[in-house]
Nanobody, 131 residues
């Protein structure tokens, strides 16, 4: 069973930075697509960023230029570097990974705009931004 554990959340002043980590275990396949999502109270879940096995990345418009998704394959860890945090960024941040679908890999369909691509999710880590 694949397990994802996020860490690195916290409270930061607007304009500050945080780096989220997501450590994976239990892989029985080579993941193709990993992503970060967030959900603020009263709002729908939003895709933030995705990263595929070729290193291609996609970002939500709201975080482009401020957030960077990356990974350490040897450590099975996914990162989200968040800079210039804004009052609109507070949420619970989740990491997710695809479930090994050959169809998704063949189609090279890795994007944070389609949450159903992702089969496994972490429990989330809280990010708070204060003025």
């Amino acid at each position: 069973q694949v397990q994802l554990v996020e860490s690195g959340g916290g409270s930061v002043q607007a304009g500050g930075s945080l780096r989220l980590s997501c450590t994976a275990s239990g892989y029985y396949y080579t993941p193709f697509c990993m992503g970060w999502f967030r959900q603020a109270p009263g709002k729908e879940r939003e895709g933030v960023a995705s990263l595929d096995d070729d290193g291609s990345t996609k970002y939500a418009d709201s975080v482009k230029g401020r957030f960077t998704i990356s990974r350490d394959t040897a450590q099975n860890t996914l990162y989200l570097q968040m800079n210039s945090l804004e009052p609109e960024d507070p949420a619970i941040y989740y990491c997710a990974v695809d479930g090994g679908s050959a169809r998704i890999r063949y189609q090279r369909a890795c994007t944070p705009t389609i949450p159903t691509l992702f089969a496994y999710w972490g429990q989330g880590t809280q990010v708070t931004v204060f003025a």
